[in-house]
C-alpha cells in the first residue's frame, strides 16, 4: 500500500508521489467527523504534470490495439472484483454510506463499467456511405488525445469509473479528478491500473479542490474533452471555462426528480420502490426521486404506510450490517439539508417523520454527520424546497388530481434529469413518459441501469448523454474519409 504517515498521493506517470507544493487537506470520515487520512490539496503545476504525462502517453496508448485495450481493461475489472471487500470499505469510511450498500452497489458497477467498455470496443461498427458513382465515405473514429474527468463525492468509484473506462476504452489518456472529499477509492484505483499493466500515464489521478485542480483541468489548453459530473453551479463554471477554447465538453448535473404514483399502481410496489428512491445513499443520488406525487385518491393510505416504512429505516453506523440509513458525507452538506428542513417549516410544510438529528448511534458515531429520512408534506408546489436540489434524506408528498395537472408539476422545474411513473395502465405509462422532460423515465422501477442505453438530463441537469455508444462516440473524433470512385 502506498501510502506515507496515512497521506493519499497523486498518481503520475505511473507513480504516486505528494503534490508540488506539498499541502496536504485532511480526510474526514463522515460517520465519526474526525480526519482518518490526508489528501494531496494540488495545484495546477500537479495537473501539468499529469497533462505532460498523458500527453507523452498518447501515441502509443491510442496505437495499441483493441484486443490489448479491452485485455487491460478486462484485467481491472477482475481485480477490483478481487479486492471487493477492501474497495467496498474504504467507499463507505470515505462517504457515510452503509458498506452494505457499496458492497453491493457501487463497487460492482464500477467494475461492471470497466467490463462493459472493455468489450464494447470490441463490437463497434464503422459507418459507410456510398454515393452512386462519385465516391465512398466512410467515417473513421479517433481518440481525442488527453481528456479531463471530474466527479464527485455521492458515488466516488462508480462514477469516475463510468468516465475513465470509455475515455481509456478509445485509446485516450487521461487526467482525472475525484472529489476532495471522496479521494480513497480512486486512490486504490491507481494501484490496481498498475497491476493490471495499464501502462504508465495513461490515467493520472490529481486530487484536490475544485478551485485549484478542477478549474485547472478544465482551463488547461492541451485538455480538449472534459467529462464533468457534479453540481449545475460548478457545471456552468465547467462550461465558462470551457467554451472559449471550443472544448468538448459533457456535463451530467443535478436534479430534483419527480416520482409519481397514479392510484391504479400496485402500492405496495411503489412504497417499495419509493423508499428505495427517496433514501438510497442517505438521499444522496442525483437520480433520487425527491419530489413524490401521488393521484389524490391513493394519497392518505400512500403517505401513512409510506412513513411508516420510512420511521422502520434503521439509522446507524455505516459499517453495521444491520444499517440502512449512514452518515451525510460533509457537516457543509448536513447544515445544507438542516437548512432546507428549517425552510420546509418556514414555508408552511409539516415534517411528517424525521426532521431533526437523531442520538448518535453509537460511541465511535459521537461526532458524526447523521440526519433521519425525513418526509415533508403540505408544502406548495411552488415553494423552494419542492423547486430546490437538498440531496439528502429529505422529500416531499403532494397530491395530484390529474394526469395533466401532474405532467405540469413534473416539468415546472429548471432540472430535468430522471423521473419515475408508478401505474399498471400501460398506455397511461406511455402517455406520461413521453411528455416528461428528464432524460430517463422509469416506469414501475427506480435506478435500473442498462449500460447501453444513452444516460444524461435535459435542461439544467446536463448537456450531452453517457452510456453505450454515446460515450464512445464523445471520447472520439468522428472523421469522415471521402474517396472519389
Ligand atoms: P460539485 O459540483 O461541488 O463538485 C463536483 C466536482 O467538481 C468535484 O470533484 C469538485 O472538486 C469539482 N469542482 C468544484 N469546483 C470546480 C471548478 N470550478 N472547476 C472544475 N471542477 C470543480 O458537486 P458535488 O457536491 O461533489 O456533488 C453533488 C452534485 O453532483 C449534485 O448536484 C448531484 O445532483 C450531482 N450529480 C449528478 C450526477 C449525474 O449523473 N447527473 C451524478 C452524481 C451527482
Known amino acids: 500500500m502506498p501510502t506515507e504517515l496515512n497521506k493519499i498521493l497523486n498518481f503520475i506517470d505511473g507513480q504516486f508521489d505528494g503534490p508540488v507544493g506539498g499541502k496536504y487537506l485532511d480526510n474526514i470520515e463522515p460517520a465519526t467527523g474526525q480526519p482518518y487520512s490526508q489528501v494531496p490539496d494540488s495545484d495546477s503545476r500537479d495537473v501539468d504534470q499529469a497533462v505532460a504525462a498523458a500527453e507523452k502517453a498518447f501515441p502509443e496508448w491510442s496505437g495499441t490495439s483493441t484486443a490489448e485495450r479491452s485485455r487491460v481493461l478486462l484485467r481491472i475489472a ?173 456535463l451530467e448535473l443535478g436534479g430534483k426528480n419527480p416520482n409519481i404514483i397514479f392510484a391504479d399502481a400496485n402500492l405496495d410496489a411503489a412504497i417499495v420502490g419509493s423508499l428505495r428512491s427517496s433514501f438510497a445513499n442517505q438521499g444522496q443520488v442525483c437520480l433520487c426521486g425527491s419530489r413524490v406525487f401521488v393521484e389524490r385518491s391513493a394519497y392518505d393510505e400512500f403517505v401513512r404506510r409510506f412513513v411508516e416504512k420510512t420511521a422502520q429505516l434503521q439509522l446507524g453506523d455505516p459499517l453495521e450490517s444491520t444499517t440502512d440509513q449512514g452518515a451525510i458525507v460533509s457537516r457543509t452538506q448536513l447544515e445544507k439539508v438542516k437548512f432546507y428542513v428549517g425552510l420546509a417549516r418556514e414555508e408552511g410544510g409539516k415534517i411528517t417523520v424525521g426532521g431533526s ?115 464512445l462516440h464523445f471520447f472520439t473524433e468522428a472523421k469522415n474519409i471521402c474517396i472519389a470512385k
Open 357 to 471: 438529528a437523531p442520538p448518535p448511534p453509537n460511541d465511535r458515531c459521537r461526532d458524526g454527520f447523521f440526519f433521519p429520512p425525513t418526509v415533508i408534506t403540505g408544502l406548495p408546489v411552488a415553494s423552494r424546497v419542492n423547486r430546490e436540489e437538498i440531496f439528502g434524506p429529505v422529500i416531499t408528498i403532494t397530491p395530484f388530481e390529474s394526469e395533466e395537472e401532474v405532467i405540469g408539476y413534473a416539468n415546472d422545474n429548471e432540472y430535468g434529469l430522471a423521473s419515475s411513473v408508478w401505474t399498471q395502465n400501460l398506455n397511461r405509462a406511455h402517455r406520461v413518459a413521453e411528455q416528461i422532460h428528464t432524460g430517463t423515465v422509469w416506469v414501475n422501477c427506480w435506478l435500473v441501469r442498462d449500460l447501453r442505453v444513452p444516460f444524461g438530463g435535459m435542461k439544467q441537469s446536463g448537456v450531452g448523454r453517457e452510456g453505450g455508444n454515446e460515450a
Open 78 to 250: 477482475d481485480l477490483i472484483e478481487r479486492d471487493l471487500e477492501k474497495f467496498a470499505r474504504a467507499e463507505s469510511v470515505d462517504t457515510g454510506k452503509p458498506l452494505s450498500l457499496a458492497r453491493s452497489l457501487d463497487i460492482p458497477r464500477a467494475s461492471s463499467n470497466f467490463r462493459f467498455f472493455a468489450t464494447a470496443i470490441l463490437h463497434t461498427e464503422n459507418e459507410a456511405h456510398v454515393m452512386d458513382g462519385v465516391a465512398f465515405n466512410y467515417t473513421l473514429r479517433q481518440p481525442r488525445g488527453v481528456v479531463g474527468l471530474i466527479s464527485p463525492w455521492n458515488l466516488p468509484l462508480y462514477l469516475l469509473s463510468w468516465k475513465i473506462a470509455p475515455a481509456i476504452a478509445v485509446g485516450n489518456t487521461a487526467v482525472a479528478k475525484p472529489s476532495e472529499l471522496t479521494p480513497m477509492t480512486a486512490f486504490l484505483l491507481c494501484e490496481i491500473c498498475r497491476e493490471a499493466g495499464l501502462p504508465n500515464g495513461v490515467l493520472n489521478i490529481v486530487h484536490g479542490t475544485g478551485p485549484n485542480v478542477g478549474s485547472a483541468i478544465t482551463a488547461h489548453p492541451k485538455v480538449g474533452t472534459i467529462s464533468f459530473t457534479g453540481g449545475t453551479v460548478t457545471g456552468r463554471k465547467v462550461a465558462e471555462a470551457g467554451a472559449p477554447l471550443f472544448k468538448k465538453i459533457s
